[in-house]
């Protein structure tokens, strides 16, 4: 049967082993999977027509087992989309890498079968210019994830840019300020929001709510498309070219989520992934669903040191005794979620659990830690409610998880009050700490430092409104939150020892005179761990670790005290002629919490606030003044708080450590973040 309009078109038997539309050497292969007994057509369709204009039949002779495939010589698909027409439906190829229709977030679909099409891929010839790719190691990465619309769709930026891959391009001064330098970005390939409705035969009525949009996009997707919904632009290939180009540039990298359900075939899910490293450049992806073939993804060739973190792997039997000279493998982690939100709740029996967890950093493969992701509170809703609150999902808040480790402060929900206010700040501040001074990668969920709110909803999977959107005004109105975040998170990447790229010995095995790492309590070197202990020092020594110029780092220690009550936490002495100085304190909100050089300086202990964490640096004592002649009554020194001499210890009360911290703020005024 001759082809309108390519007349010279041959057609013949296809190649069964290449899924999907693919460009050969003299024309197109087409391939799909269907059962061995259906009626299976190839519908070619003009871009400007409403109706296929051509319909060919894959019969017995074009089908290998399930595959079914045909090979059109010399077409030209210049202005051609295509489907497949199977047992009398229209079918989307799985493999399309562009599908046209659909470029509305959350359009109802309409009764027009062919409106939704499939397009032939035309990224060749992009120019990616002098592109360099990151190629940051997990010990350096601080990860930040988003969803590509809500996370701009309230933005301050062009109406037309909100909630598109360019609007994340218009993000990138913001990252770069707040100290991010990989992305990952939650599914951004072709999924179906909304689901095609189908009559009812009269016999089963399915489950589910009129209008309801699959928001975050976990299903069954188009794996090698770019989402159309998502594009400022007509062309998705090419806007997210731009995209990824710009994050290089801005030395940002990018993960992409992907999720495959039990049913996805494990040789197309590996072929998206090499599709998107070949053709797109990111840097890496997260592997979700049961249907995720994590053994074909870590041993694949094409895909050698990109970057694949999943819920769990086995890199033992990857390995087998050979490790590379990277790590490109990393678990999500959500015991570190479960155990230090029970620590930051103040929670018993916990300093043995976050002892792990904030050493936890496997030589073979990284590991993510976070307290917070779409799937549940985010950081503000956890220190805010009690309760889930989910009824506007139309579920009668019977979905979401009922266990989210939280913990209001007192009152469910937004507050006026200010000693409220104050003791959530706090707890934020905390969390904060948690995740940035543990060992492993932290991941940062997009808005958490701003305190965006999805008003005690856990489970925003269909709130394609502002209740999944981040609310940018968070900017103004916890502009001392995000201060405090910037500066947590250069002070980690200032100092190396707080992310190493292989695990702690808590020895000293390079006979530096101290262990790498070692926990402390209300004694030097003795961790309390009864049940009833709520705090846990942490000393990281620096002559393991070098800053860029090849010097030995500093001496580090991170107070945790989630008691409700004052503690003095004992501080490793340290070598001749240095002494601890704070530089943060989470309880002090009269400023950002840092203190730079002008912190109060401590030798044998330090009193942490309720619910605090503070880090302390080691530094050179200053040296004595030179005592001046004169007659008359000599002027004694004041001892510093924490010389540990018995007869200079002052009554602890509850106000000593805001007068300190009020003392440091003084001193401090505006300490530079180069300072940590």
């Known amino acids: 049967m001759a082809i309108p309009g390519n007349k010279s078109v041959v057609v013949t038997s296809g190649y069964p082993l290449i899924l999907g539309a693919t460009r050969m050497a003299d024309g197109y292969n087409f391939a799909v999977e269907a059962e061995e007994d259906s009626e299976v057509f190839l519908l070619l369709y003009r871009k400007s027509g409403k109706e296929p204009f051509y319909e060919l039949l894959l019969d017995e002779k074009y089908r290998t087992g399930r595959i079914f495939s045909v090979f059109l010589k010399k077409l030209n698909v210049t202005n051609l989309e295509y489907n497949f027409k199977i047992n009398g439906e229209i079918y989307l190829d799985p493999c399309a890498c562009r599908i046209s229709g659909r470029e509305r977030f959350g359009e109802v679909w309409t009764e027009d079968l062919h409106k939704v099409r499939c397009g032939f891929w035309s990224g060749d010839g992009y120019d990616w210019e002098d592109e360099q790719t990151p190629e940051t190691d997990f010990g350096d990465m601080i990860l930040y994830k988003v969803h590509v619309r809500g996370y701009t769709k309230q933005a301050k930026m062009a109406a037309g840019l909100r909630g598109t891959f360019s609007g994340l391009i218009q993000m990138i001064p913001y990252w770069q300020e707040l100290g991010i330098n990989t992305v990952e970005l939650m599914p951004a390939y072709e999924f179906m929001e909304v689901s095609r409705l189908k009559e009812s035969d009269g016999l089963v009525s399915q489950r589910g709510k009129k209008d309801e949009i699959n928001y975050w996009g976990y299903g069954n997707g188009y794996y090698f498309a770019p989402k159309s919904a998502y594009c400022a632009t007509k062309d998705p290939h090419k806007e997210f070219c731009n995209m990824i180009k710009a994050f290089h540039k801005a030395g940002i990298g990018c993960i992409m989520e992907m999720y495959f359900p039990a049913e996805a075939n494990p040789l197309m899910a590996l072929r998206a992934l090499q599709f998107w490293k070949q053709n797109y450049h990111v840097d890496g992806f997260h592997v979700l669903g049961q249907g995720a073939p994590l053994d074909l993804i870590m041993k694949d060739g094409l895909l050698a040191g990109t970057k694949v973190m999943a819920d769990g792997m086995d890199t033992a039997a990857l390995y087998k005794n050979h490790k590379g000279n990277k790590r490109s493998f990393a678990e999500y982690n959500l015991g570190f979620l479960q155990d230090m939100r029970r620590f930051l709740k103040s929670d018993e029996d ?9 050493r936890h950093n496997p030589d073979d493969h990284g590991v993510i830690n976070y307290i917070t992701c779409q799937d549940g509170f985010t950081l503000n809703d956890l220190v805010s409610y009690n309760y889930k609150h989910n009824e506007a999902n139309g579920e009668g808040n019977n979905d979401g998880c009922s266990y989210n480790y939280s913990w209001n402060c007192g009152i469910e929900g937004p507050s006026r009050k200010q000693w409220i206010r104050q003791m959530r700040e706090r707890q934020m501040r905390a969390a904060f700490s948690m995740l940035l001074f543990s060992q492993g990668v932290p991941m940062i969920y997009g808005g958490d430092e701003i305190g965006n709110s999805q008003g005690g909803n856990n489970n925003a999977y269909c709130q394609d409104n502002p209740i999944g959107w981040i609310d940018w005004r968070g900017l103004r109105k916890n502009a001392s939150m995000l201060a405090f975040v910037k500066k947590a998170v250069a002070l980690r990447k200032a100092h190396p020892v707080l992310h190493m790229n292989e695990s702690m010995k808590e020895a000293d095995y390079l006979g530096k005179g101290f262990p790498d790492m070692s926990f402390h309590g209300e004694r030097a070197w003795f961790c309390n761990m009864e049940n009833t202990s709520r705090m846990i020092g942490v000393m990281l020594c620096g002559k393991y670790a070098q ?25 490793p002495t340290l070598p001749e002629g240095m002494e601890w100085k704070k530089v943060m304190d989470t309880g002090d909100l009269t400023c950002d919490g840092f203190y730079g050089e002008n912190g109060l300086a401590y030798e044998r202990a330090v009193e942490v606030g309720p619910r605090t964490v503070v880090v302390l640096k080691g530094v050179k004592k200053p040296e004595p003044e030179k005592k001046l002649k004169s007659k008359g009554k000599k002027n004694g020194n004041v001892p510093l708080e924490g010389t540990g001499k018995a007869d200079d210890k002052a009554e602890v009360s509850g106000n000593t450590v805001l007068e300190n911290a009020n003392a440091e703020r003084r001193s401090s005024g505006n300490a530079s973040v180069a300072s940590l």
């Open 547 to 571: 800053l860029p110029d090849g010097k030995e780092d500093d001496f580090l220690y991170v107070g945790f005290n989630f008691h409700w009550e004052i503690r003095n936490m004992a501080l």
């Open 350 to 358: 916990m300093v043995p659990a976050v002892q792990y967890r904030i």
